[in-house]
Nanobody
Framework: QVQLVESGGGLVQAGGSLRLSCAAS????????MGWYRQAPGKQREYVAQ???????SYADSVKGRFTVSRDNAKNTVYLQMNNLKPEDTAVYYC????????????WGQGTQVTVSS
């Protein structure tokens, strides 16, 4: 089993920056992808970004050029650097792990709130 703990959320003004961290622990031998999703009130959870064990990254169109996902395999930690934040980025952000062969994330963190004021 895998446990994920997010941190770094908070309140920030539009145009500001925030960095989220997600520390993974447990049985992670076959982990291939770590990613970030977010969910705003009244909306479905949406994909934000992901990074493979080899360092390949992918981003949702809404965050391209503003967010950067990175990974420290030695620490089993994934990061999400968020720059030029907008009010529409306000949501609960969730870290995820998808193992080899899975079509969707197998594990989720508890979530961390990001609020962007205008």
């Amino acid at each position: 089993q895998v446990q994920l703990v997010e941190s770094g959320g908070g309140l920030v003004q539009a145009g500001g920056s925030l960095r989220l961290s997600c520390a993974a622990s447990g049985s992670i031998f076959t982990i291939n992808v770590m990613g970030w999703y977010r969910q705003a009130p009244g909306k479905q959870r949406e994909y934000v970004a992901q990074i493979t064990s080899g360092g390949s990254t992918s981003y949702a169109d809404s965050v391209k050029g503003r967010f950067t996902v990175s990974r420290d395999n030695a620490k089993n930690t994934v990061y999400l650097q968020m720059n030029n934040l907008k009010p529409e980025d306000t949501a609960v952000y969730y870290c995820s792990v998808k193992k080899y062969g899975s079509l969707s994330p197998d594990y989720w963190g508890q979530g961390t709130q990001v609020t962007v004021s205008s």
